[in-house]
Structure formats: C-alpha cells, structure tokens
C-alpha cells in the first residue's frame, strides 16, 4: 500500500489507518511526487495502526525519515534527468548513511500510463511506450548491470491504464530480480493479474485515498489474494 504524507491528519488519511488496522498490507510505502508535509509524522501514525515494515517511496531527498524501516532508493533510470538519476542521491547520502536505513537501490522505470502523471511532469521526462516491452527490458538488465536489487515499473498515480502485463512477463523473465509494479491499479482483479504476469510486489495507492466508500470491501478482497 502506497500513502501520501501530504493527506496525513485528513479524515481519508484517518479512515484508511483504521481500515489498515483489520487488513493490513504486506509493506507500507510512504512517499510522493510532490509533498511538504511532514514524513516523521505520517510514519509513527502508520506504525501506531499497522504491525508492517514501513518502506520509504521518496519523491525528492528532502523525503527522507529515519523513521521508516527501510528506503527504495530509486533511481528513474527510464529518464534523462541527472536530478533523478543520481542528483537527488548525493543530497541525502550523507543523512542516510548516517541513519542505518536499510537502503534498497531500485531501478525505477516509468511506463506510458494513458494521461501525463505527477512523476512525468515533475521530472521532465518522457515514460517508456506502453506497447515497447523490449525497451523496458533493456532498461532493467542496464539497471542491474549497475547494480540495482529491484525493479519498479511505475504507470504513475492516477494513471489511466496500468502496465501492461506483456511488459510485466517480459521483464520478469529476463531480469532475476525482485519486480515491483504499481499505478492505474483499481480493484482486487487488477492486483491478481499483474501478480500472476510475473510482479513480486504490488502496489496501490491512489485507490484507497480516493474512493473510502470502497476501501473495506477492497482491503478484505486484496487480503484474500
């Protein structure tokens, strides 16, 4: 489950703690494209709702918390961008070295999803086409000739279509390494395809802060997968 600390202390972000209390998730991510609120907060909320490891999904180095049981320390190496690529790293290397983290390097592609999502306009570069499976492929295998322990193919929050589960199989089978896919991902059928194409984490996000009138029905049908 993906929350974003910017809807921390909103009766949404209240409610979806609640329901996470009777169904939790595997992993929490906590993080986002753009957000100002505070991280150390919304994780002790987290951790005081939900017995699951907490895992850092940072948008920028100023998302970073001690706080958390481990970080993604992505890299969108599907993009051009130095600032994403490696910029952003130098500004927190220090602090989490310092902190002890577990520190995950992870190779984070972004797939064409339908509509311009927050992380194409935030970091001015361009997804993989949706219908280019062999570019994400050797977009993987570069990553983990650098040295990255995942994958995370992102379709990007409130994308209007997922990634495709060709993609999902192609990289899985050519990559040995663990694949994490999220965005565009609405209902408990959604989650069991992308599961079955080959993804070993999956991650919903925008859902569950969109829509609470569902999100009991729909953590006791993802809980059940």
């Given at each position: 489950?993906?929350?974003?600390?910017?809807?921390?202390?909103?009766?949404?972000?209240?409610?979806?703690?609640?329901?996470?209390?009777?169904?939790?998730?595997?992993?929490?991510?906590?993080?986002?494209?753009?957000?100002?609120?505070?991280?150390?907060?919304?994780?002790?909320?987290?951790?005081?709702?939900?017995?699951?490891?907490?895992?850092?999904?940072?948008?920028?180095?100023?998302?970073?918390?001690?706080?958390?049981?481990?970080?993604?320390y992505l890299s969108l190496i599907s993009g051009r961008n130095p600032d994403y690529l490696i910029g952003q790293h130098?500004?927190?290397?220090?602090?989490?070295?310092?902190?002890?983290?577990?520190?995950?390097?992870?190779?984070?592609?972004?797939?064409?999803?339908?509509?311009?999502?927050?992380?194409?306009?935030?970091?001015?570069?361009?997804?993989?086409?949706?219908?280019?499976?062999?570019?994400?492929?050797?977009?993987?295998?570069?990553?983990?000739?650098?040295?990255?322990?995942?994958?995370?193919?992102?379709?990007?929050?409130?994308?209007?279509?997922?990634?495709?589960?060709?993609?999902?199989?192609?990289?899985?089978?050519?990559?040995?390494?663990?694949?994490?896919?999220?965005?565009?991902?609405?209902?408990?059928e959604d989650v069991a395809a992308v599961a079955r194409a080959g993804a070993d984490v999956v991650v919903v996000g925008?859902?569950?802060?969109?829509?609470p009138e569902i999100l009991p029905d729909l953590l006791q049908a993802l809980a059940l997968l």
């Open positions: 489950m993906l929350i974003d600390p910017e809807n921390h202390g909103t009766d949404k972000y209240r409610f979806l703690l609640e329901s996470m209390s009777n169904h939790a998730p595997d992993f929490v991510f906590v993080g986002g494209s753009i957000t100002s609120a505070s991280i150390d907060s919304a994780i002790e909320d987290i951790k005081r709702h939900c017995p699951c490891p907490v895992v850092l999904f940072p948008g920028n180095a100023s998302q970073f918390s001690p706080k958390a049981d481990a970080l993604l130098v500004q927190s290397s220090m602090q989490i070295k310092a902190s002890g983290i577990k520190v995950v390097p992870t190779g984070y592609i972004l797939v064409e999803s339908g509509c311009t999502t927050s992380v194409e306009y935030i970091s001015g570069t361009k997804p993989i086409p949706r219908l280019k499976p062999s570019i994400a492929v050797a977009t993987a295998m570069a990553g983990k000739f650098l040295g990255m322990q995942a994958i995370y193919l992102e379709a990007g929050s409130g994308a209007s279509m997922r990634v495709p589960d060709e993609m999902i199989g192609a990289v899985k089978q050519n990559v040995d390494l663990p694949l994490i896919t999220g965005g565009g991902l609405r209902t408990a925008n859902v569950l802060e969109q829509t």
